[in-house]
């Protein structure tokens, strides 16, 4: 859980980085650099390290696309608005999560029928000391209205809500590439095997709905995910949609919620 990111260039201008714990893309081009996530707040330097890695050094960092609003996708989001200027885009509906108007994510609560496990609890700790309970609300976040073009590459929303309520994962026609966000993983360190999979029912909002919406990405056209955790997958949309949903996990019961909350115990982790 130390290890410092990786880049992985996957086409003229496209470059996926698997970070300590989360994932990101950089995107460059027509003189200015875009990003799908920005990984955990304490990522920051990380991923204006890969921003040069991928070829944007001393570009605008001017748009950033957003899968989902939680702490380790949206870290340095609003870091990015406040160096950068750049713009948030997220799902109508996932906007009050990004703006952290309400916390649609997992939290120590939630986590505590499962610390036992050793790998649940070293995520945990490594969530906390990146930055997984600091405040990541982005203040101004805009609606994403449909494809747009970012840094010289189309990208296409596809709407997979269940993970959370207006999670989004972004085709790249051009670079023939999907990135799934938490729709689709490839590994994650709280679970043991690696390969296309959900992550464990304990994290979704709705873990029904996130199995029916592996269904939007089946048939995206492209031939390489870039997943919000774990290594990219050279393979078939379809293929990969396949085998995730043989992967899922059963839910893990979570206790009830006390009636003075400590607050601390419910900040969302990631």
Known sequence: MTRAMT????????????????NWTVLVG????????TGYPNDYALVEESIAAAGGAGLP??????????????????????VHGA?????????????RDIVEQITLLDLLPSLWRPRVIRWAMHAIRSGGLDNVGVEEVRPLDGPLTVAGHRVVPIPTSGHTRGHTAFLLPD????????????????????????LPDMFHADPHRAVVALGALA??????????????????????????RLSRLPDVPRPPIPTQPLVWWRAGLG
């Not at 992985?8 to 970070?19: I, Q, S």
């Not at 938490?182 to 959900?198: E, F, K, N, R």
């Open 61 to 82: 960092v001017t748009t950033v696309l957003i899968t989902h609003g939680h702490s380790d996708h949206i870290g340095c989001a609003g870091a990015m608005a406040r």
């Open 219 to 244: 048939s995206a056209q492209a031939s390489v995910l870039l997943p919000g955790h774990g290594p990219l997958l050279r393979t078939d949309p379809f293929d990969a949609v396949d085998a995730a």
């Open 87 to 99: 713009r948030v885009f997220a799902h109508d509906a996932e906007i009050p999560n990004v703006r």
């Open 7 to 22: 880049t992985h260039p996957v086409a003229e201008g496209v470059t996926f980085v698997e970070g300590p714990a989360s």
């Open 175 to 198: 670079a023939a590439a999907l990135a799934t966000g938490d729709a689709l993983i490839t590994a994650h360190p709280t679970v043991p095997d690696a390969g296309p999979q959900l």
């Open 30 to 37: 027509d003189g200015e650099v875009a990003l799908i996530d």
